[in-house]
């Protein structure tokens, strides 16, 4: 028998599960479809060798729209703040990064003049309204506000470090800016790992009747008739739902609808890049050095934090888990041997002989961080979840108009539930008028 249900939603990880919560206060039925083997997708993190191992360094934003969502919703979000600096490198020299009071005054990276150009860029940051910097690239404002290469190498640094997005010439100014904002704010780093962010709401969306079928990979969308989808999954068994809200990535969607079905958003879809990076995960059983806990290239594209300092990350307390991490350009050629070189050599000079302390080690050479490389004018394609198929809604860290990463993904699953309890209600009070008698 062809199971019917009202929402089918495409996808088990932070948007799919977030949608799915705040749609459980409607007695619409409920199935999500993952098609990992295990829930999650990027918020997933894997338990090797008693280690938690996010997948590439996850960095909650204090400040940030998930952190509020999420705790809406009752998730208990448990961790620490890193201290605010570290040294930033650059030709094998090592400078202290001048984001805390003390290292601002101090670095040797910047002369008298500049320490004071950079105060006045970060008070800026802090002051600006982003809405402002809609019409520009990150690059264009960056040589606006800054005019020494230094600074302007200080505010790409932070900028990639808000967003992963290594490509001011492309990004838009305005939610580069607005993440750095928010970044300034703080960050946690999870105790347990991302997981348990995604156990906590698969729990509760279970125990209120929530479908989970994983391991199942929706093959096609196909809208059949006004409030009816038909979709196929990997096993060819077909099920049917009034609504869906997809939260893949905008190219498997279009992948997954129709060939008969073009939509004016096909076009915008196609064109959206992704946000990648390669990642090297580590735990080890002690830091050589002990005293390193983070550093960025200062030209290189380059990132390194130990997690578990701040992070309850392995069973045991003496273990270490770090990410490396190699923020990729959109034009990159990416080489995994030579890539996985560098890393481990940027490494090499923080934590000189660390191969000798190993319990896992991952390499992922090109792993999409946000499905959507922000754009000037992005946000106008995504002011509404719904799209111009009637009853398909994306959600997912592209679809949201302002945000990106775990804001965009948890704010986008949260904005489509919502427009879809409104329509509902649309529907149910059109209903009761047609019912009541003539007056
Ligand atoms: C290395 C790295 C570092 C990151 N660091 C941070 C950070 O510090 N701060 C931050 O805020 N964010 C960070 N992020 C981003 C954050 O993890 C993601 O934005 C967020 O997890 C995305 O959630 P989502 O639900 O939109 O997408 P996903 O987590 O990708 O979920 C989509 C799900 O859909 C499933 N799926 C796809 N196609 C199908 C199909 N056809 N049928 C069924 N299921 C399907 C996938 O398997 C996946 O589980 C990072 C990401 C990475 C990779």
Same mark, same amino acid.
């Given at each position: 028998?062809?199971?019917?249900?009202?929402?089918?939603?495409?996808?088990?990880?932070?948007?799919?599960?977030?949608?799915?919560?705040?749609?459980?206060? $409607?007695?619409?039925?409920?199935?999500?479809?993952?098609?990992?083997?295990?829930?999650?997708?990027?918020?997933?993190?894997?338990?090797?060798?008693?280690?938690?191992?996010?997948?590439?360094?996850?960095?909650?934003?204090?400040?940030?729209?998930?952190?509020?969502?999420? &705790?809406?919703?009752?998730?208990?979000?448990?961790?620490?703040?890193?201290?605010?600096?570290?040294?930033? +490198?650059?030709?094998?020299?090592?400078?202290?990064?001048?984001?805390?009071?003390? =290292? *601002?005054?101090?670095?040797?990276? *910047?002369?008298?003049?500049?320490?004071?150009?950079?105060?006045?860029?970060?008070?800026?940051?802090?002051?600006?309204?982003?809405?402002?910097?809609?019409?520009?690239?990150?690059?264009?404002?960056?040589?606006?506000?800054?005019?020494?290469?230094?600074?302007?190498?200080?505010?790409?640094?932070?900028?990639?470090?808000?967003?992963?997005?290594?490509?001011?010439?492309?990004?838009?100014?305005?939610?580069?800016?607005?993440?750095?904002?928010?970044?300034?704010?703080?960050?946690?780093?999870? =105790?347990?790992?991302?997981?348990?962010?995604?156990?906590?709401?698969?729990?509760?969306?279970?125990?209120?009747?929530?479908?989970?079928?994983?391991? $199942?990979?929706?093959?096609?969308?196909?809208?059949?008739?006004?409030?009816?989808? !038909?979709?196929?999954?990997?096993?060819?068994? &077909?099920?049917?739902? !009034?609504?869906?809200?997809?939260?893949?990535?905008?190219?498997?969607?279009?992948?997954?609808?129709?060939?008969?079905?073009?939509?004016?958003?096909?076009?915008?879809?196609?064109?959206?890049?992704?946000?990648?990076?390669?990642? *090297?995960?580590?735990?080890?059983?002690?830091?050589?050095?002990?005293?390193?806990?983070?550093?960025?290239?200062?030209?290189?594209?380059?990132?390194?934090?130990?997690?578990?300092?701040?992070?309850?990350?392995?069973?045991? $307390?003496?273990?270490?888990?770090?990410?490396?991490?190699?923020?990729?350009?959109?034009?990159?050629?990416?080489?995994?041997?030579?890539?996985?070189?560098?890393?481990?050599?940027?490494?090499?000079?923080?934590?000189?002989?660390?191969?000798?302390?190993?319990?896992?080690?991952?390499?992922?050479?090109?792993?999409?961080?946000?499905?959507?490389?922000?754009?000037?004018?992005?946000?106008?394609?995504?002011?509404?979840?719904?799209?111009?198929?009637?009853?398909?809604?994306?959600?997912?860290?592209?679809?949201?108009?302002?945000? +990106?990463?775990?804001?965009?993904?948890?704010?986008?699953? !949260?904005?489509?539930?919502?427009?879809?309890?409104?329509?509902?209600?649309?529907?149910?009070?059109?209903?009761?008028?047609?019912?009541?008698?003539?007056?």
């Amino acid at each position: 028998m062809t199971q019917k249900w009202d929402i089918v939603i495409v996808g088990g990880g932070l948007a799919g599960y977030v949608a799915a919560s705040y749609l459980t206060k $409607t007695n619409l039925s409920i199935l999500i479809v993952e098609k990992g083997k295990k829930i999650g997708g990027r918020a997933r993190t894997n338990k090797v060798n008693q280690q938690y191992l996010n997948l590439g360094p996850h960095a909650l934003y204090k400040k940030g729209k998930a952190k509020s969502i999420l &705790e809406e919703l009752g998730i208990s979000l448990n961790g620490k703040s890193p201290k605010l600096g570290g040294i930033l +490198i650059e030709n094998n020299i090592e400078h202290a990064a001048p984001l805390s009071p003390l =290292d *601002l005054f101090t670095t040797s990276l *910047l002369n008298g003049k500049e320490r004071m150009k950079w105060i006045a860029v970060l008070l800026k940051v802090m002051s600006i309204d982003p809405e402002k910097l809609a019409e520009q690239t990150f690059q264009q404002w960056v040589t606006q506000v800054a005019n020494s290469k230094k600074i302007k190498s200080l505010l790409r640094i932070l900028g990639r470090l808000a967003t992963y997005c290594n490509a001011p010439e492309m990004v838009s100014a305005k939610v580069i800016v607005s993440n750095m904002k928010t970044a300034m704010g703080g960050v946690l780093y999870l =105790d347990g790992g991302w997981q348990t962010i995604i156990d906590q709401l698969h729990n509760k969306a279970i125990i209120l009747g929530v479908q989970v079928q994983s391991h $199942t990979l929706v093959k096609q969308i196909d809208p059949v008739k006004q409030d009816q989808f !038909k979709l196929i999954l990997s096993n060819d068994e &077909e099920i049917h739902a !009034k609504y869906v809200i997809c939260t893949t990535g905008p190219h498997e969607l279009n992948a997954m609808l129709n060939e008969k079905v073009n939509i004016y958003q096909n076009s915008f879809f196609t064109q959206i890049k992704a946000v990648r990076g390669a990642t *090297l995960d580590l735990a080890l059983t002690k830091l050589p050095n002990p005293r390193r806990l983070f550093a960025m290239g200062i030209t290189d594209p380059l990132y390194y934090s130990v997690h578990s300092n701040y992070a309850r990350l392995s069973d045991d $307390t003496k273990s270490a888990v770090l990410h490396v991490f190699k923020y990729h350009h959109p034009d990159d050629h990416i080489d995994g041997t030579s890539i996985k070189n560098e890393l481990e050599q940027f490494l090499d000079k923080l934590q000189p002989g660390w191969q000798q302390y190993v319990i896992t080690k991952r390499f992922i050479p090109n792993i999409t961080v946000n499905q959507r490389l922000p754009q000037i004018g992005d946000e106008q394609k995504l002011q509404r979840s719904k799209t111009e198929i009637p009853g398909l809604y994306i959600a997912g860290d592209w679809a949201s108009p302002n945000s +990106i990463l775990a804001d965009g993904a948890v704010s986008s699953g !949260k904005q489509a539930a919502e427009e879809i309890i409104l329509n509902e209600r649309r529907k149910n009070s059109a209903n009761y008028e047609r019912r009541l008698p003539p007056i």
